[in-house]
């Protein structure tokens, strides 16, 4: 069995002996200074023993046998402001200290509110691994993509530039622990985020047909810290928390702020870019906050490709007309990215607290496809494989006969050359008509879309007694409006535009939740509440060109904009479905010495289209002596099929390696009749059986945590292999409203047909020294995992979907990482290892590889900071794909790392109180 190594930092150790053998003692009771009532579930430390607990139901916590003198005690409690107060400790006496605490924004850094809904705790108290990132983390780098930052800080979560692709390039898909993207549940928070309208059709493999969230949306300016919970919790949170949650807490001062410009580009050009970015705190009323945060960036296209074999032929046979690189593999131009983000919060009484939070993002994303040769492609260019040159009869397209009327010639190609006599009197006769008239040395379409992100969370909570409640609402919406240039729909002959608006997806997500939380005893917590939520999934209908049947479509060209044929009126539409969940959890734990903690929780979840499920949880953790402690999750999950898996259609063009030329692969509704033919039935919800169990050392300034993790899942959704489309099949999916299947060579659709099991081991060790100056801190990040199909269906699953699921990511990674700060220079350096994967674009499998990170920052004052680095900053590249000329893509296309080399960046910042 093979593992995975994972953790988290930040750590509340239990009492040292040393500590524990001296003889005074320490009563702390926490108040709520409006009302002088105990507060339970505070948190209580002594920061420089070492030493703490949580307040009682009366908000008392006892610390015994301490050493004479004075000791410093920080108080903390979400919703209030954190307390610092001093003690003096008499050898045989108790002192009592009382600590009001004020309310105020929300303040959690070091605790962690996911995976539970009882007390927060730090990530080593935890009964499952979550990494508590902070915004240091994020900003230390020169991405400003939180989804790159992500990539960078822990080794489980991997996301990767797409060099060529459909939608994938505009929302990337990203996997953690070797899942899918929507086997990821996304908090903001607390609060479920929506999906993205985007659907992965081309994607990693392992990310194909997966409908998960824009986080690209969310600036990391905005964030005061990032929890990622590395265990399965559906039982918790609901559908798709099979990978795990992701819990992004916006920051919330009610002062101070920042601003940052950040520049930079690849070392060997393309990527130049810049962001400017902000956040500023803001006071509402007399406790409450506004904080808002904008960001404001744009980032050039790169190219790192070589000449095509088969332009390079055309180029040496006299065709000048060819663009070198003909197609191009690299970065997507990035332009008018913007993102707003506002966080509020106002206190409605002693008690009761209204919030809300809100975000506006949008941006445009364009990248190219793949090159159209002007011999060769199929339904444009020629239908013979480039034997000879398609011909359109407009006498024969006119009065509808396909007799010949205007008797146009047959033009041979020879050696990449078509016969230049023949071609000549096409080009002359009105009547014949050939597309080397408009693009004598082919086209590369040029496709993107424009992204357009927003969300509105509000509600209240408060707190009667031992009963916290909360009821909130969320809007979420997000859509990609498509285009696409330097392209045609070759069924409409001359008159064909070459730019077309093909459509529209839009993921619209509301959710209601009402939630309680019950504090029983010091020993047991309950929590119970209701989810009502509503997915609507649109498809908007594309321009009139971009999807209709021209008068040459008879003979053989092709109908739809040619890359991304448009959304005809029957393929458009609106699905929705609304579903209804009731949830309970239950904690218990030892008050007195707090070593051992038991949590259980239980969801029934019904959907209106296909049921209902039932998913439940058991998680413990026992602290033995010395700093250890063990934990471990048994628990169910489950994933429902989105409305846009279960009815988008999508045309995407593939390189066919065998065929050495493009196909249009077609992906339909599994309910469509071509699809039942090869099997296919309305989607069922996936599940899973998680199982993790780990481990937990502090010693001193020493952290390191081990956990192993196994999910097992069942009828998992995914798309099948593609399967060859017969004539009478092509006639069925036109009359189902997809026009452009006259030209489809292939088609796929989704299927609950297999299991997998993805097993692994991830494991975080830090040590931060306080004996050695300059504050250095080490720290190392390690996962390993594995993922094997158990059983599928061979009529459904090939070979390579097979491998793409099993090898398609890097089974192992790790970031080793140390900073340095002395005086006012702080230095980072990183390096990180990616292990091997397998690219079924290539068809090959590629070595992995070592990247080095570098950053030197200054003070300059107190405010301002001025800070030089590089992301892989020794220029690594991987390893050349030896049949680059095939396609031109000199790089694996699925480098987890991309493939453009270095990047060098500046960033000023400044900060005020």
């Not at 529209?504 to 209601?512: C, G, K, P, W």
């Not at 997915?535 to 999807?547: L, R």
């Not at 010395?626 to 999950?637: K, Y």
């Amino acid at each position: 069995m093979r593992t995975i190594l994972l953790a988290a930092a930040l750590a509340l150790p239990v009492a040292p002996a040393e500590v524990l053998a001296q003889s005074g003692g320490l009563d702390v009771i926490v108040l709520n200074a409006g009302t002088g009532a105990g507060l339970p579930r505070a948190q209580v430390t002594l920061p420089g023993l070492g030493y703490g607990g949580i307040t009682d139901v009366e908000g008392h916590f006892h610390m015994p046998n301490l050493r004479s003198g004075p000791v410093a005690v920080e108080v903390r409690l979400l919703g209030y402001g954190i307390a610092q107060r001093e003690a003096t400790i008499v050898d045989d006496s108790v002192v009592v200290l009382e600590v009001p605490l004020t309310r105020t924004v929300i303040s959690v850094a070091g605790l962690v509110a996911v995976g539970s809904r009882s007390r927060p705790r730090t990530v080593t108290e935890s009964m499952v691994p979550i990494d508590a990132i902070p915004p240091s983390e994020l900003l230390g780098q020169g991405d400003t993509d939180i989804d790159d930052l992500l990539r960078t800080t822990i080794p489980s979560y991997n996301v990767n530039p797409q060099a060529v692709g459909d939608a994938a390039r505009i929302i990337r898909p990203a996997n953690l622990r070797g899942l899918a993207p929507d086997h990821t549940l996304v908090l903001v928070n607390g609060k479920r985020r929506h999906r993205a309208a985007v659907i992965t059709w081309s994607g990693n493999g392992v990310a194909d047909g997966a409908q998960g969230p824009d986080l690209s949306s969310i600036p990391a300016i905005a964030l005061r810290q990032v929890e990622v919970l590395r265990d399965g919790a559906s039982a918790q949170y609901g559908s798709d928390a099979i990978a795990g949650v992701m819990n992004f807490h916006l920051k919330d001062a009610r002062s101070g702020g920042a601003l940052e410009v950040r520049g930079g580009g690849f070392g060997e050009g393309g990527g130049e870019g810049y962001t400017i970015s902000g956040n500023t705190g803001l006071p509402l009323g007399a406790t409450g906050f506004a904080n808002l945060s904008a960001e404001y960036g744009r980032s050039n296209s790169s190219s790192r490709s070589v000449q095509r074999a088969d332009a390079a032929l055309l180029v040496s046979r006299g065709n000048t007309h060819v663009r070198d690189p003909a197609q191009v593999w690299g970065a997507p131009e990035i332009e008018d990215d913007l993102k707003l983000w506002g966080n509020f919060g106002y206190f409605l009484g002693s008690a009761t607290k209204a919030y809300a939070h809100a975000n506006l993002a949008s941006q445009r994303v364009t990248g190219g496809f793949f090159y159209r040769n002007p011999n060769t492609r199929s339904g444009v260019f020629s239908l013979d494989g480039g034997e000879t040159l398609l011909i359109g009869d407009l006498l024969d397209a006119q009065d509808g006969i396909l007799d010949g009327s205007a008797g146009c010639p047959v033009v041979r190609v020879t050696d990449g050359l078509p016969d230049p006599a023949a071609l000549q009197q096409v080009l002359s006769d009105p009547n014949c008509f050939t597309f080397q008239e408009l693009f004598p040395g082919g086209f590369t379409p040029q496709f993107g879309g424009d992204v357009r992100d927003a969300s509105l969370v509000a509600g209240v909570e408060g707190q009667v007694g031992r009963l916290h409640w909360d009821v909130s609402g969320n809007y979420g919406e997000n859509e990609v409006d498509f285009f696409i240039f330097n392209t045609v729909n070759a069924s409409l002959g001359r008159a064909t535009p070459t730019e077309f608006d093909p459509g529209l997806y839009r993921q619209v997500d509301i959710d209601l939740h009402v939630d309680a939380a019950y504090t029983v005893s010091d020993m047991l917590d309950l929590a119970a509440g209701v989810e009502w939520r509503d997915e609507h999934f649109t498809i908007g209908i594309g321009q009139d060109e971009s999807w209709t049947l021209g008068r040459l479509a008879p003979q053989g060209f092709s109908a739809g904009s040619n890359g991304f044929p448009g959304f005809s009126p029957i393929a458009a539409g609106d699905w929705r479905r609304t579903n209804t969940a009731f949830y309970a959890d239950a904690e218990l734990r030892d008050y007195r010495n707090d070593r051992w903690t038991l949590g259980g929780a239980l969801r029934f979840e019904n959907f209106e289209d296909f049921g209902s499920t039932l998913n439940g949880k058991l998680a413990g953790r026992y602290a033995l002596t010395g700093g250890l402690a063990l934990r471990g999750s048994l628990s169910t999950g489950f994933r429902a099929p989105t409305p846009g898996q279960q009815n988008a259609f999508n045309v995407s063009t593939l390189f066919d390696r065998n065929l050495g030329d493009l196909v249009n692969s077609g992906t339909i509704p599994s309910t469509s009749r071509v699809a039942a033919l090869r099997g296919g039935l309305p989607l069922d919800a996936e599940k899973s059986r998680n199982f993790a169990a780990g481990a937990v050392l502090e010693r001193g300034d020493f952290l390191l945590t081990a956990d192993y993790f196994r999910v097992a899942l069942f009828d998992r959704i995914a798309l099948t292999q593609r399967f060859n489309l017969t004539p009478d099949e092509q006639t069925r999916l036109v009359e189902e409203g997809i026009v452009s299947a006259r030209n489809l060579q292939e088609f796929r659709f989704f299927t609950n047909d297999f299991s997998t099991r993805t097993q692994g081991l991830d494991v975080v060790a830090t040590y931060a020294p306080a004996s050695l100056a300059g504050g250095t801190a080490l720290s190392l990040a390690f996962n390993h995992t594995q993922t094997r199909v158990t059983t599928f269906d061979p009529d459904k699953l090939d070979d390579t979907r097979i491998r793409q699921l099993e090898e398609g990511l890097p089974g192992t990674r790790w970031i080793l990482t140390g900073k340095h700060a002395l005086g006012r220079v702080s230095l980072l350096g990183r390096l990180s290892y990616y292990a091997g994967w397998f690219d079924a674009r290539d068809d090959l499998s590629y070595p992995g590889a070592h990247l080095v990170d570098l950053e030197a920052s200054w003070s300059i004052g107190e405010s301002l900071t001025f800070t030089a680095g590089g992301q892989n900053a020794l220029n690594r590249y991987p390893e050349e794909n030896p049949g680059a000329t095939f396609s031109g893509n000199r790089y694996g296309p699925g480098s987890p790392f991309g493939s453009n080399g270095g990047f060098y960046y500046l960033r000023l910042a400044y900060r005020w109180d």
